[in-house]
């Protein structure tokens, strides 16, 4: 699903992981740009921060915030996923910006965006990188977090028509919006669970796309030293996700397709599919043989990492990433309960019949 017809519940407030997660992915074009300007002149950083910051807290907060329900919800301080207890210095403006505002806010982005280009075009790593970052944020937020934000008046902003209606029209504004389906309340957490029963292409080039981002610099690594290394590293990441983990841990996952010679999920779909499907939990000797593969694959480019400390730096953050976005926002949906990593929780996985394998 992530389905068209079974909308995610809003998020009526952010918590402290939220806000953590968010800047922290915030932060790594920052910081790629911060470091092309640094080798050049730590004036112009001071500089880049100065803009970065009038940008946040006085052209989007002024412009832009100040439409937002959660600026307007709040109290004194303002609490949402990005900036979390700056005072409100500008008053409210419930409704949609006005052109002069929208204009405000795209004036003000722009350098933001721009000023390190022209360090970033000297190291065409670094240029990538900074590309690849901010392009990661923005499908990231659009994916998982403006289907389900109570920002209306943003143009990234995703909530289906119906959703924002019923949620304009319920009194008390908090969570009031009916679940139906297999959506579930995760009860006591506050958290939400949407089953996602399948999953669509475009899930398929997000993970392929934050996976190669790991994959690409690992390789990349390897190939500057040794062309060897790197084909030797290339056939134990295709030997991994296509023998090791298919048998040992994608035949026992209920997105493994029963029928068919294609299998369908967001990480391999359209992979041929070697094994035949079991439906039931994985062994312990499996999870241990499926991990072991994993340590090999994180493992095996650290030589050749630790000789290039940016590198080394892109694949850590692009792998924490990924473990932290996966866990986050995939694990807590997903129908496989016999992965370690799945997050539903007992009550729901009973409600939901135990399907998963
Ligand atoms: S709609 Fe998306 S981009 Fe806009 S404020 Fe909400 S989460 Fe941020
Ligand atoms: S629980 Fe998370 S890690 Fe495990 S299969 Fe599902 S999405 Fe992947």
């Known amino acids: 699903m992530s389905s068209p017809c079974i909308p995610l519940p809003l998020k009526t407030e952010h918590s402290a992981r939220d806000r953590l997660y968010w800047n922290f992915f915030n932060m790594i074009p920052f910081l790629i740009g911060s470091i092309a300007i640094a080798r050049d002149s730590l004036k112009w950083v001071a500089v880049y921060i100065g803009i970065a910051l009038f940008f946040f807290l006085i052209i989007e907060f002024r412009f832009a915030c100040t439409h937002c329900l959660y ?19 500008f008053k409210a403006r419930p409704g949609p910006h006005s052109p002069f505002e929208k204009a405000m806010t795209a004036l003000g982005a722009l350098p ?6 022209y360090w970033l075009i000297r190291d065409p790593l670094l240029l990538g990188a900074y590309i690849v970052a901010w392009a990661l944020f923005f499908l990231t937020a659009r994916r998982y977090e403006c289907i389900r934000c109570l920002n209306f008046e943003c143009p990234m902003n995703r909530v289906p028509a119906g959703v924002k209606d019923e949620f304009e029209k319920s009194d008390d504004r908090s969570e009031k919006i009916e679940l139906s389906g297999k959506e579930l309340l995760v009860s006591g957490s506050g958290r939400c669970s949407s089953f996602k029963m399948e999953h669509k292409f ?7 796309f934050v996976t190669l981002t790991i994959l690409f610099s690992a390789g990349l690594a390897i190939g500057i030293s040794s062309t060897g290394w790197l084909l030797a590293y290339i056939f134990t990441v295709f030997f991994h996700f296509n ?13 493994f397709p029963t029928e068919g010679k294609k299998l369908g999920c967001m ?5 041929p599919k070697h094994f035949r499907s079991r439906p039931c939990p994985p062994g312990k000797f499996y999870l241990a043989i499926t991990s072991l593969g994993f340590l090999i694959v994180i493992f095996f480019p650290l030589p050749w990492l630790l000789e290039e400390p940016f590198l080394l730096g892109t694949y850590s953050v692009s792998i924490l990433l990924f473990l932290l976005t996966i866990w986050r926002y995939e694990c807590s949906r997903c129908i496989y309960f016999g992965c370690p990593f799945n997050r539903v929780p007992a009550e729901v996985r009973k409600e939901f019949g135990n399907n998963g394998s």
């Open 112 to 117: 933001m965006f721009l000023f390190p280009v």
């Open 71 to 89: 600026y307007i919800r709040s109290k004194g301080c303002v609490k949402c996923m990005m900036l979390s207890g700056v005072p409100k210095i």
């Open 243 to 255: 023998v090791l983990e298919q048998r040992f841990f994608c035949t026992h996952c209920p997105y």
């Open 267 to 271: 990480m391999n779909r359209g992979w």
């Open 202 to 208: 475009k899930d398929f080039l997000y993970w392929n």
